[in-house]
């Protein structure tokens, strides 16, 4: 098990940027993929972005082209980069964590450790 914390989220203007952390424990955090998923009120919870551990990146279609992924081994540490935010970014952001076995980066079903979720608000 590897315990998740994020930070960075807020409240944000529509055009505005933010940068969402997510600080893992332990020693073998090189070995797993990292995801970000999103829930918004009365919504799923759904993909964002992951990052395998080898760094291939996958982002989802609603924020392809603005959101981007990257990871830092030494630090145990990934990060979201937003950029262009629009009022329907906003929801509860959850990192995940699962150790790389070529699983299906997309399904949330695939994470076995969650992190609390940070809120990320958009004003129009």
């Known amino acids: 098990q590897v315990q998740l914390v994020e930070s960075g989220g807020g409240l944000v203007q529509a055009g505005g940027s933010l940068r969402l952390s997510c600080a893992a424990s332990?020693?073998?955090?090189?070995?797993?993929?990292m995801g970000w998923f999103r829930q918004a009120p009365g919504k799923e919870r759904e993909f964002v972005a992951a990052?395998?551990?080898?760094?291939?990146?996958y982002i989802g279609d609603s924020v392809k082209g603005r959101f981007t992924i990257s990871r830092t081994n030494a630090k145990n540490t990934v990060f979201l980069q937003m950029n262009s935010l629009k009022p329907e970014d906003t929801a509860v952001y959850y990192c995940?964590?699962?150790?790389?076995?070529?699983?299906?980066?997309?399904?949330?079903?695939?994470?076995?450790?969650w992190g609390q979720g940070t809120q990320v608000t958009v004003s129009s």
């Open positions: 332990g020693r073998t955090f090189r070995t797993y993929v």
């Open positions: 990052i395998r551990s080898g760094g291939n990146t």
């Open positions: 995940a964590a699962q150790v790389d076995y070529n699983n299906n980066v997309y399904t949330r079903s695939e994470y076995d450790n």
